[in-house]
Nanobody, 125 residues
Framework: QARLAESGGGSVQVGGSLRLSCVAS????????MGWFRQAPGKEREGVAS???????RYTDSVKGRFAISKDSAKNTLYLQMNNLKPTDTAMYYC???????????????????WGQGTQVTVSS
């Protein structure tokens, strides 16, 4: 059964770093758009970074220069390296896949069909 499993979240202080991982199993996702999203309490889920089918990487403005998305196809794993973390980065982080739509460009959650369960990131000052 196809599934996505995130890991790597935790609690860090301001300025710290974390690397999130998302392992895809049950299907070959090389041709999929893949993205990282986050949702803070009381807020809507928002797109953070995406890795498109042609290798294009996109980021929401608030994380540009601090976060980096990457993929290891041999391990079927998507990563999100997060540096210089801020309290506003505190959220549940999810990875998701879009099989053949524009999700990597739009960051619209409705474009993504499959989601992981999420991993919590907490940044304290």
């Amino acid at each position: 059964q196809a599934r996505l499993a995130e890991s790597g979240g935790g609690s860090v202080q301001v300025g710290g770093s974390l690397r999130l991982s998302c392992v895809a199993s049950g299907y070959v996702y090389d041709s999929y758009c893949m993205g990282w999203f986050r949702q803070a309490p009381g807020k809507e889920r928002e797109g953070v970074a995406s890795f498109d089918r042609d290798g294009t990487k996109r980021y929401t403005d608030s994380v540009k220069g601090r976060f980096a998305i990457s993929k290891d196809s041999a391990k079927n794993t998507l990563y999100l390296q997060m540096n210089n973390l801020k309290p506003t980065d505190t959220a549940m982080y999810y990875c998701a896949t879009d099989r053949n739509g524009p999700g990597c460009a739009t960051f619209r959650t409705s474009n993504f069909e499959k989601w992981g369960q999420g991993t919590q990131v907490t940044v304290s000052s």
